[in-house]
């Protein structure tokens, strides 16, 4: 699948217990980060939901933009978002909360079904 991120960048999403997100409300605004998780499956599909619903702050501005930044071990990435709140990713991604997440106190908002719809896909930015 050639619309993944590069192995290195799942590498240290998979290891990472937290992770930035960058956003911004307009392309003239100073980003603003956020500490989230971020859980990568087998097939090297990387996955972010909010605890806080669809009215939290990055998810608003990452959904309404073209591409965000993301922060793993001080490297910035810039990547595409994905909707991924279809019945199949949003299991997976749960799987994966709760497999890498299983003693954080965070993971039962994680797992709330109101949030389930969050679930996003991160994807690299075309190139050219």
Known sequence: MTDQLP???LAQ???AQEIQIETRPAPDV???RTTIWVVVDEQGRAFIRTYRGATSRWY???ISNESVGILVDGQR??????DASDAERVEACSA?????????SGLRGMLAEEN???TLELHP???G
């Open 125 to 127: 930015l075309p190139s």
């Open 30 to 32: 100073p980003p603003h």
């Open 116 to 118: 389930l719809p969050t």
């Open 7 to 9: 192995g290195d960048v």
């Open 60 to 62: 608003r501005e990452a």
């Open 77 to 82: 990435v810039e990547v595409r978002l994905e």
């Open 13 to 15: 999403l998979r290891d």
């Open 96 to 104: 994966l909360l709760r497999s890498k997440y299983a003693r954080a």
